[in-house]
């Protein structure tokens, strides 16, 4: 492009590029999208006493997402370098609760869309959801996950919940398309992001999730297996009001039959989030998971396998008293079994 020499000019420079590839694998480690391509534009700018060149730029499909990472908090991810080293359950704890879990996501029933899983502090729930999340992101069904941190700045509140859960399935590969449409959504109507928590929710996972589903069911390209999205320790976050209006939004979004996904939450079993699992939103939509119950069959299996152990080794075991070992013995196996 050849401009004359004026007095002063001043060119504004609407550039639109493309959309850039897709992103690598949910998580911290996620990779970045590709390029995308945009034209050349050439000058020959002769003797211009002022010259101003205003390009604006826009990348279709990616602003979106920036403001939703942005928004989002990293340190929530099961992953983040925050929560290292992250807690692990035991061998046994694993087998007796993870194989019900895993059973549990492979299944489509819309009673039991929604797992609770609850226990009294340090009984464990986070080493559980922790090794559950490794599971589920082995086997491509990690959508996202979330673990409430009482008191902490992005992890203590509800405010970045929705908006770090739809960044995470915007990086997913499948379903290919959700990327866009969430960042368009975000982009289209950024204060999505300071509105109510049910309307973050319809807004950002359940209507992008809905719009993809229906595409790939035509197209035939569907996951095998339904994405699963993992919270863990609803009551460290904000109020207890809050905490119903979390489980009420996730209540009333499962009622869609258009949306694959399921919602794992693990928390004390205070009162106030009982009578919301027994409420008309979550009851019979959701299968409760009591982990004090777990604890009692590992120590079953524990007094099981030494009363084994010690019957058939009873010549080398002879001076050894019984019952062996002693129950307080037993007891802190069981206690050591949450990780």
Known sequence: MLRRAVDSQTVNNYI????????????????GGGVGEGPTMNYDINAVENFTMVNHIRC?????????????????FHDSVERYPQPRCHLEMRTQILDSLWNWSSKTDPGSTVLWLHGPAGAGKSA???????????GNRLGASFFFKRGHSSRGTAKKLFPTISYQ???LKNPSDLRQVISQTVE????????????????????????????????????????????????????QTIQQEILRSIGNAICDAYLPLRFFIAS??????????????????YHPLNIHQS????????VHEFMRIHAEHHETMATVPHPWPMAEVIQKLVNKSSG
């Open 16 to 31: 639109y590029g493309g959309v850039g590839g897709n992103g690598g694998g949910g998580g911290v480690q996620g990779g």
């Open 60 to 76: 279709d499909g990616e602003i979106g997402l920036q403001i939703l990472r942005h928004a989002a908090a990293g340190d929530a």
């Open 128 to 138: 559980i959801a922790q090794s559950f999340c490794q599971n589920l992101e082995a």
């Open 169 to 171: 399935l915007a990086l």
């Open 188 to 239: 289209d109507n950024p204060s999505i992001l300071e509105r109510s928590l049910s309307f973050q929710l319809q807004k950002l996972i359940v209507d992008p999730y809905k719009q993809t589903f229906i595409v790939n069911l035509c197209q035939r390209t569907l996951p095998k297996h339904p994405i699963v999205i993992v919270i863990d320790g609803l009551d460290e976050c904000d109020s």
């Open 268 to 285: 004390r079993p205070e009162p106030h989030i009982r009578d919301i699992f027994a409420g008309h939103c979550l009851d019979r939509r």
């Open 295 to 302: 604890f009692e069959d590992v120590h079953k299996y524990l």
